[in-house]
Each structure stands twice: as structure tokens, then as C-alpha cells.
């Protein structure tokens, strides 16, 4: 049995008219606890959550990771699969790959907008720039770390909130939660996309009060195993050196914005 402080089983996510469902309460998730680097919890959860019956992604298979928004796909990366176990599932994608971000007919984004507000939205495939990223989506977790490297050399973390992934044959899509957390490679932390966050408050494409106040607890929760130095920012993976002869990743030149991936 897990102690009190153990990662619990959360409410399944569901999309019913574009809106987040029976949300969990986000600050219950506990895929990391202080103090348990060896990620025993983890496993715990991946056990509890049936991971053992779902099948896996082969290490350098290429898949797709996605973010929706109701119907909307609004982000595709092609990740190259580094491992994918009860640990979770570890991504990595480098400097100068496709990505695509959904974009208006007028040039703005959703950092810009709501998706509702966007006129002839497409997917728009761009070059990512400067940064290799590491991902890893533990299982269950309402949140994606990303550990950023420039020509080699570590240079910090990024901790995506976002919904528990699900799986597809081609790959993951989850949602996205809006509010970021930025981290130096010395642990300094902030907030990213706050004002964004706290202007999607209401909008049904989005989420309620109650849900914002979800996710900002989980955030919360996260910047103290950041202050603390505990898994994942206590130096796993900051040494991680890709295969030299892995090359670029593609997407196709056209992509459907709305793939009925959602439905």
C-alpha cells in the first residue's frame, strides 16, 4: 500500500462539448515525492494504473505529440521514443526538427488569442530553433519536464502542466494547460504564461476557477521538489548525449488542424 503521501488513482479525464470533464483534482496526483529519487513511486503508479497492458513504443520509433483544444490539434512534435516503461515515457527531439503550432489567418497564436477567437486556423509547420529538448511524460502525471541542452551542455528545465497523456497508435496527445514553469539549471524558478493562464479562466474551450485552482496547486507542488533538488531536478538526465548519427525529425508538409483525434 502506498503511504499517505503516495501517488492516488485520479478521476479519468473526458472531453464532453469541449469542455474538461470530471477533472481530478490535480494536487492529489503524486507521481513524485519528496525524497523518492529512485522513482519507486512512479512505478507504484504505473502499476496501479494497468501501464503493464498497454503496448509500448520500441526505443527509436518516431512518434507524434500532441496538444488539443476541443476538436482543435493546436501542437505536433515528432519525438524520437528514448524509452517508454513504468517510469514513463522519455522523448527527445532536437534543434532544427519540424514542429507545428496552430496559427491564424492574421499570423497570431493562442498565446496571442482563444482558439474561438482565431480566424481560418492551420497548423503550421516551423523549424524548431537553438535548444535539444529531453521530455519525460510520467505516467498519469498532469504535467510533461523537459530538460533544455545547447550544443551539448545542459542549460535548464521546463515543466509543462497538462492533462495525463493518452495514447495513440502513432503516438500521445494531452492538453494543455496553459501556465509554465521556467527553471535554471541552478534551480532558479518562475512562473511563464501567467497573465495567459489567468485570461482563460471561464472560457469554456478552457477550464473553470476550480480546475485553474487545480493546476496552479500541482504547480505549486512542483517548485518544491525544483527548490528541494528531488527527482526530476535532482541531475537525472543532465548528462543524456543522443545517438551522433540521429538526424532531424519531419512532419508532413500538411496537417490536419482538426483530426478528429478529440471526439
Not at 470530471?22 to 494536487?27: A, D, I, N, Y
Not at 497492458?53 to 488539443?68: A, M, N, Q
Not at 518562475?190 to 482563460?200: H, I, M, N, Q, S
Not at 537525472?236 to 488542424?257: E, G, I
Request: aromatic letters at 12%; charged letters at 25%; glycine letters at 10%.
Amino acid at each position: 500500500m502506498l503511504p499517505a503521501s503516495g501517488w492516488r488513482r485520479p478521476t479519468p479525464v473526458a472531453w464532453h462539448g469541449g469542455r474538461l470533464g470530471l477533472w481530478p483534482l490535480l494536487g492529489q496526483l503524486r507521481c513524485f515525492v519528496t525524497g523518492a529519487g529512485d522513482s519507486s513511486v512512479t512505478r507504484a503508479a504505473a502499476r496501479e494504473a494497468g501501464y503493464g497492458s498497454v503496448v509500448l513504443f520500441e526505443p527509436g520509433k518516431i512518434i507524434d505529440r500532441r496538444y488539443l483544444r476541443g476538436r482543435w490539434c493546436t501542437w505536433v512534435q515528432p519525438m524520437r521514443v528514448i524509452a517508454d516503461n513504468e517510469d514513463g515515457l522519455l522523448l527527445w527531439h532536437p534543434a532544427g526538427s519540424d514542429f507545428a503550432r496552430l496559427v491564424d489567418g492574421d499570423g497570431k497564436t493562442q498565446h496571442e488569442i482563444t482558439i474561438d477567437q482565431m480566424r481560418d486556423p492551420k497548423l503550421t509547420v516551423l523549424t524548431w530553433q537553438t535548444y535539444d529538448i529531453l521530455v519525460l511524460m510520467p505516467p498519469q502525471a498532469a504535467y510533461s519536464v523537459w530538460w533544455f541542452f545547447r550544443d551539448g551542455a545542459f542549460t535548464g528545465w521546463y515543466v509543462n502542466l497538462e492533462t495525463p497523456y493518452r495514447r495513440q497508435p502513432d503516438g500521445v496527445e494531452t492538453d494543455d494547460l496553459v501556465l509554465d514553469i521556467v527553471v535554471t539549471s541552478d534551480r532558479l524558478w518562475e512562473w511563464k504564461d501567467v497573465d495567459e493562464f489567468d485570461g482563460r479562466i471561464g472560457n469554456p474551450l478552457y477550464f473553470d476557477r476550480a480546475t485553474a485552482d487545480a493546476v496552479r496547486a500541482e504547480g505549486e507542488r512542483l517548485t518544491k521538489l525544483i527548490m528541494a533538488g528531488d527527482f526530476p531536478f535532482d541531475g537525472t538526465y543532465t548528462d543524456f548525449r543522443p545517438d551522433p548519427r540521429w538526424s532531424a525529425l519531419r512532419l508532413p508538409a500538411t496537417l490536419d488542424p482538426q483530426p478528429g483525434l478529440a471526439g
